[in-house]
């Protein structure tokens, strides 16, 4: 099973879920999609695909091409013709969502991690125009100041996770910045949505997130039909790279006790 790839004593998961999801004829193996978040690249799920490689095909989503959630979604859902189980993390996970909300039929299951469902707060644009600004002058100054609070405070000090998220932001243009940062800005409001799908779905937050906590992962819990709550210790927004076993271990978890999911 899924589970033998990794060890075997963690907690078991528990919340909702169906007994049975409906498969269409034909499709043996179900196709992994990661969605990556604000400025960030496919090293933000690669603690998963070891694991995913063995079960089905990986895609990682390009998702800086455009400005509005909607078209990543409608883009990222042209990538494969097969049903799918999308993984999100951050801005991924609203994008992630916003496929479910499309094409429900073609999306079986959700992994949500580190992410939001409201619509934009008020005040929001000012501060994150401050950001779009000094990414337009130096991303490495945009890096510098923005990094830090994503993380576990404890993790502050670990220069090779903080030159490893260094790298990817700095990889990253101002104008695939700006252009996301656009993106959330007009973001849906997938409370109003999220309540709607019927797939199974796995939340992951870290307990140290201060940018999306736990508490509002379970207001998006208290919406959901079928879902389960993963809280991941020592672990803040950049929770998958902070906290690559814990994650893939849950990730496999969830996927072993719904086999239906990938096979």
Request: proline share 5%; aromatic share 6%; charged share 25%.
């Amino acid at each position: 099973m899924l589970g033998a790839l990794l060890k075997q004593d963690r907690a078991e998961l528990s919340g909702r879920f169906p007994d049975e999801i409906s498969i269409k004829e034909g499709y043996d193996l179900t196709t992994f999609v990661l969605v990556p978040g604000l400025v960030s690249d496919d090293r933000v799920w690669r603690c998963l695909k070891p694991v995913l490689s063995e079960f089905g095909d990986i895609i990682d989503a390009d998702i800086t091409g455009h400005d509005s959630i909607t078209d990543m979604a409608k883009a990222t859902l042209e990538t494969a013709t097969e049903d799918l189980v999308v993984f999100g993390h951050s801005l991924g996970g609203r994008v992630a969502m916003e496929m479910a909300r499309i094409e429900p039929e073609r999306v079986r299951g959700l992994v949500l991690a580190n992410t939001g469902h409201h619509p934009r707060r008020p005040g929001e644009e000012v501060r994150r125009q401050e950001l779009v600004d000094l990414g337009k002058r130096s991303m490495h100054d945009l890096a510098a100041v923005w990094l830090p609070p994503m993380l576990d405070a404890a993790r502050n000090d670990d220069q090779t996770l903080l030159q490893d998220l260094i790298q990817m932001v700095t990889s990253t243009t101002a104008k695939v910045h700006e252009r996301q940062i656009k993106a959330l800005l007009d973001r849906p409001d997938a409370a109003r949505t999220i309540g709607n799908y019927q797939g199974p779905v796995l939340l992951m937050t870290g307990a140290q997130d201060q940018w999306s906590p736990v508490e509002q992962h379970r207001e998006i819990e208290a919406l959901v039909t079928y879902v389960e709550l993963a809280i991941i210790q020592n672990a803040g927004h950049f929770m998958p790279v902070e906290q690559p076993t814990a994650v893939a271990e849950s990730v496999s978890l969830w996927l072993d006790q719904r086999e239906f999911l990938w096979r």
